[in-house]
């Protein structure tokens, strides 16, 4: 019902900055929750950043006050930018969807290196 495709990783160094786009088509954007996960080798996914249709953010507590999350309805994208990167921060980027009946839609993934 909805498709997910992430694009802006890359490789960066510690400190450097990046911002990821998920672009998502077959929806109707505007009404999802949509969020950022990553999942690094060996690791469970966790939630990076959220938002709601309204614009609440909520984000993961190793990323707050350096990662922002926005989103344009008006063009099906949501943004997260990432500051002051930290090798720990290297992950696979998953753009989520959440739909009001409680399906959930993921894109592929992009990769995110932080390193020297």
């Known amino acids: 019902q909805v498709q997910l495709v992430e694009s802006g990783g890359g490789l960066v160094q510690p400190g450097g900055s990046l911002r990821l786009s998920c672009a998502a088509s077959g929806s109707i954007f505007g009404t999802y929750v949509m969020g950022w996960y990553r999942q690094a080798p060996g690791k469970q996914r966790e939630l990076v950043a959220g938002i709601t249709s309204g614009g609440s953010t909520n984000y993961a507590d190793s990323v707050k006050g350096r990662f922002t999350i926005s989103r344009d309805n008006a063009k099906n994208t949501v943004t997260l930018q990432m500051n002051s990167l930290k090798p720990e921060d290297t992950a696979v980027y998953y753009c989520?969807?959440?739909?009001?009946?409680?399906?959930?839609?993921w894109g592929q993934g992009t990769q995110v290196t932080v390193s020297s």
């Open positions: 989520n969807a959440d739909s009001l009946r409680g399906y959930r839609f």
